[in-house]
């Protein structure tokens, strides 16, 4: 079955310090993979998308992810964290049924001053 | 663009009431979708539409019906609620569906409360 993990369910770091929100994916093929940052009462914004080309992809504030077929992983990092990243981070692979998203269950990351 | 827009904001029912959510989108997307999020679950997928007059059910569906009428309206009812869809719920479009590494646009949620 086509499923997606978040490997920390919440993540805490210091202000100024690296972020690495892990995700892993379950797939017979490479699917488009997303990551979305929810901030709180809000809705989800898209952070950045990885759709075959470039294997390292760089996002919105900072953030990046790096898409390694091998281990079927798509990890979210920053290098140095700001008060502002503290929010909900969704690992998202999008497979070709009809479109259907299907969401990881979230890592929620706080920044500590 | 206004993007993708959601009434109400906020919603209390009473177990047994029916009410529709609205979801509007003014960018000639597609594909529309509904997911509920609740605590713990990540965002799960009720109901979605490829295009008008064309519906298809998600993880979720039961106790929502949708429907299609134009590109740019897919309200989701609630026939008969129960303190179960206690949840928020949003709304998400993007150009077409299938492939492509299109992204979603999402609402900004509305919260339901049944009681």
């Known amino acids: 079955a086509q499923s997606v993990t978040q490997l920390d369910s919440h993540v805490s770091v210091s202000e100024g310090t690296p972020v690495l929100l892990r995700c892993n994916y379950s797939?017979?093929?490479?699917?488009?993979l997303f990551w979305y940052v929810q901030h709180p009462n809000k809705g989800l914004q898209l952070l950045l998308k990885?759709?075959?080309?470039?294997?390292l992809v760089k996002g919105i504030n900072g953030f990046e992810a790096e898409f390694k077929k091998s281990e079927t992983s798509f990890h979210l990092t920053k290098p140095s964290a700001h008060m502002s990243d503290a929010a909900e981070y969704f690992c998202?692979?999008?497979?070709?049924?009809?479109?259907?998203?299907?969401f990881g269950q979230g890592t929620e990351l706080s920044v500590k001053p | 663009n206004a993007g993708v827009t959601q009434t109400p904001k906020f919603q209390v029912l009473k177990t047994g009431q029916s009410m529709t959510l609205q979801c509007a989108q003014d960018?000639?997307?597609?594909?529309m979708s509904w997911y509920r999020q609740d605590p713990g679950m990540g965002l799960r997928l009720i109901h979605y539409?490829?295009?008008?007059?064309?519906?298809d059910q998600g993880e979720v569906p039961n106790g929502y019906n949708v429907s299609r009428s134009t590109t740019e309206d897919f309200p989701l009812r609630l026939l008969s609620a129960a303190p179960s869809q206690t949840s928020v719920y949003f709304c998400?479009?993007?150009?077409?569906?299938?492939?492509?590494?299109?992204?979603?646009?999402f609402g900004p949620g509305t919260r339901l409360t049944v009681t």
């Open positions: 960018m000639n997307h597609e594909y």
């Open positions: 998400a479009s993007s150009p077409q569906g299938a492939g492509g590494g299109y992204e979603q646009y």
């Open positions: 990885y759709t075959s080309a470039a294997t």
């Open positions: 539409s490829v295009g008008a007059g064309i519906t």
């Open positions: 998202v692979p999008l497979y070709n049924q009809g479109g259907k998203l299907i």
């Open positions: 797939s017979s093929y490479s699917p488009s």
